[in-house]
């Protein structure tokens, strides 16, 4: 009796969790016929948030990389002064609040911030345009690649690099031939998550950038303008959200699956008889 | 082929690793883990900067201190084969060997019998195999000299017999000057012309391996050599032999000449066993309780009291030799070795 009453209120809690997970988002996709949806895709302000959101994600992903990844191997196999606190600065925006990171992008590249007038100088207007976006998708993000990057470079097994600088290959050669193949998992995890992470920002991006149809309104600045003017539209760029945001992580688990079973595939098929 | 002549200081975690070497044929250092015997590959690779010294091999300048010159690995004409391997995991057997030499990669898969294996992944390959791709790997490459980290260490009893072999073959046919690092003076003796024995950094000993076994240094190195080790004081007699009073109160002589605290060295196949002690001086006797036995091919290592005995399995029969039974080890004074207790 008492153990029916246990696996009774196991599955219940579960139910519970379950529910109260997926109803919100169930619930997008059933407040409008799919016709509906699809319909309002076509609106000019969900185009145009879209394509912005594109367009200065993939500049901020394509910076992150770039300059993340060189900075991660350095962290993550050099041993210097101070790497710890490198580090814990690197996280440091991950914890922050997203007003805090806004105000900080402010009084760094603002008109009347520390580099303000550098930035006059050299022609840069960071004010309320696509480069404040960029600036401030990439501020929120790039934490969340530095970290899985150090982390996946940290688990290269030194050896394989010594093994590579001993084989006549030079510190470039080894670093394309061995040390990227062997974290390149880790690196695309971590992308992916700076991806999610960066379409999502809101908080940076709007005190930072404004919110500017066309030129400063992302998918979640536009779904917090429209969810006073009209709320289906807000409705359908959630749903649009959800359906991106599942195909990254949809898309990171099954590379994950696929090279899981290409290491093991070889063993796998001779263990096995297939015929 | 180039000779390698190294002499360096390397600073490590707890202690300084002090190194002379003339390198042109096979040398092994042997020593207890720790010692900073991979150290020196690592120095002699370039993945390690000593602090003082010069490394060159023939006329081709590694590394000067003085003159703040350092080539990377990739500049040093090394092939070192790493305890664990080190294989891509990535790549195909092929394209690992191709890695460092793209000339000869289907010569070197066949010279080290893994033609078989080429489009393998190192993940699919038994311990022999995968020490055959490491060392055709390394070799590929041409390089001046051989750096060998543990070869045989993570190899089970039976391959590691067979790859014993091979390696003595394989470092015959290609000549160049070889550092291979063990902790198995049985592994250094079979495979390298001389053995050097490190303890902290140190290299205590460098010579042929029979000749440490003949003249070992110090207590340390005939204990490593597989020699039993006595210790106690000495002191000169009247008829040249020399009295040491062992710590077990037991007296032995030794025709060496030693005074003070001493260490008797001993081999176990110079030690006979009987049931009845000798009278005569020159020939040394321990009564003891048997404490192990074990039978080792026709060879039967017999433990009684300190010492052990190395005898043939007839003559242990003959003895009854038995755990706990008691016998008399004896040896000749002439059969003995004193060395400094360090």
Redesign the interface.
């Known amino acids: 009796m008492r153990k029916a009453l246990h696996v009774v209120g196991l599955f219940a809690a579960t139910a519970l969790t379950l529910g109260f997970l997926v109803l919100p988002l169930a619930a997008l996709f059933t407040r409008q016929s799919p016709v509906e949806l699809v319909h309002q895709l076509s609106n000019p302000v969900v185009t145009d948030a879209l394509k912005l959101s594109v367009v200065t994600s993939a500049i901020a992903q394509a910076l992150i990389l770039l300059l993340g990844t060189p900075t991660a191997y350095l962290v993550a196999t050099r041993r210097f002064p101070g790497r710890s606190l490198v580090v814990t600065l690197v996280e440091l925006p991950l914890v922050l609040p997203p007003a805090v990171a806004g105000i900080g992008l402010l009084v760094a590249f603002g008109r009347v911030g520390l580099l303000g007038s550098t930035f006059d100088a050299l022609g840069i207007s960071v004010a309320f345009n696509r480069t404040a976006v960029v600036l401030a998708v990439a501020f929120v993000a790039s934490p969340l690649y530095l970290r899985a990057a150090i982390a996946a470079f940290e688990a290269l097994?030194p050896?394989?690099v010594?093994?590579?600088?001993?084989?006549?290959?030079?510190p470039v050669r080894t670093f394309f031939?061995?040390a990227l193949?062997?974290t390149s998992a880790g690196l695309a995890a971590g992308a992916a998550l700076s991806l999610a992470r960066g379409l999502g920002e809101f908080g940076a991006t709007i005190m930072f950038a404004g919110s500017l149809q066309g030129v400063t309104q992302t998918l979640p600045l536009a779904i917090y303008a429209e969810f006073d003017r009209d709320f289906d539209v807000a409705v359908t760029i959630s749903a649009l959200f959800v359906v991106i945001t599942a195909a990254i992580l949809l898309s990171l688990k099954l590379s994950a699956l696929w090279r899981t079973s290409q290491?093991t595939s070889?063993?796998l098929f001779a263990r096995l008889s297939w015929s | 082929m180039a000779d390698l002549a190294a002499d360096f200081t390397l600073p490590l975690r707890s202690f300084e690793l002090e190194l002379g070497l003339r390198v042109d044929r096979t040398v092994a250092l042997v020593g207890p883990s720790g010692a900073g015997k991979s150290s020196v590959l690592r120095a002699l690779a370039g993945l390690a900067r000593p602090s003082r010294g010069r490394i060159a091999l023939g006329d081709d300048v590694w590394f000067d201190a003085e003159r703040r010159l350092f080539r990377q690995p990739d500049e040093r004409s090394v092939g070192l084969v790493f305890q664990e391997y080190a294989l891509f995991p990535h790549l195909s057997v092929r394209r690992n060997v191709a890695y460092g030499g793209r000339a000869r990669v289907d010569e070197y898969l066949e010279r080290f019998h893994i033609g078989h294996l080429a489009e393998s992944s190192p993940t699919e390959l038994s311990g022999g195999e995968r020490q055959r791709v490491a060392l055709a790997r390394a070799l590929a490459r041409e390089p001046g000299l051989l750096l060998l980290d543990e070869p045989l260490s993570s190899l089970d009893a039976h391959t590691r017999t067979t790859v014993r072999a091979e390696l003595q073959e394989l470092l015959r046919e290609f000549a160049l000057p070889t550092i291979l690092v063990t902790h198995d003076f049985d592994d250094a003796a079979a495979l390298a012309d001389e053995v050097g024995v490190i303890v902290q950094g140190t290299l205590r000993q460098l010579a042929p391996p029979q000749e440490l076994v003949a003249r070992p240094a110090d207590a340390f190195v005939a204990s490593f050599t597989g020699a039993n080790l006595l210790r106690g004081v000495a002191r000169r007699t009247a008829d040249a032999l020399t009295e040491v009073r062992l710590e077990t109160g037991e007296a032995v002589f030794s025709a060496d000449p030693g005074e003070g605290a001493v260490g008797v060295v001993v081999y176990p196949w110079e030690v006979t066993l009987g049931r009845e002690p000798h009278t005569d001086s020159a020939l040394n006797s321990i009564v003891g309780d048997v404490r192990s036995v074990v039978t080792v091919g026709t060879r039967v290592r017999v433990q009684v009291g300190p010492i052990t005995a190395e005898v043939t399995a007839s003559s242990a029969e003959r003895l009854e030799v038995e755990r706990g039974g008691r016998v008399v080890a004896s040896f000749k004074a002439t059969g003995t070795r004193l060395v400094p207790l360090g």
């Open positions: 097994d050896n394989l010594a093994a590579s600088r001993t084989l006549g290959a030079g031939r061995v193949p062997l290491r070889r063993s």
